[in-house]
């Protein structure tokens, strides 16, 4: 038996920008898409962003990507481009290589 697509799984990356590295962001993400069962990865760029991709069910996603307009304390978000993103498809959400 295969997996079937599911219709309310939703699947996004954002690029968050602003004072979001040095400011335990990428732990402060995990822990939260953990409190919510998502699927994913965050890491940094050397451009000094924050870049990540979220899946699961839609209003968990929508969740986490709102939560990221404020991020942890330390932070301070200038912006989020969100776009699509293919389901990255393993299970967990975890802290990838800086880009």
Known sequence: ???AP???????????AGRVQGVFFRN??????NRLNLDGWVRNRADGTVEAVIAGPRPAVEEL???????PDSAQVA???RTPAPDPGA??????ATA
């Open 6 to 16: 599911q219709p309310d799984r939703l699947s996004v990356r954002l690029l968050i």
């Open 91 to 96: 299970k967990g959400f975890t802290k990838a």
């Open 28 to 33: 402060w993400m995990i822990a939260e898409a």
């Open 1 to 3: 038996m295969t997996d």
């Open 65 to 71: 990507a709102e939560l990221c307009r404020q991020g």
């Open 79 to 81: 912006s989020i481009d």
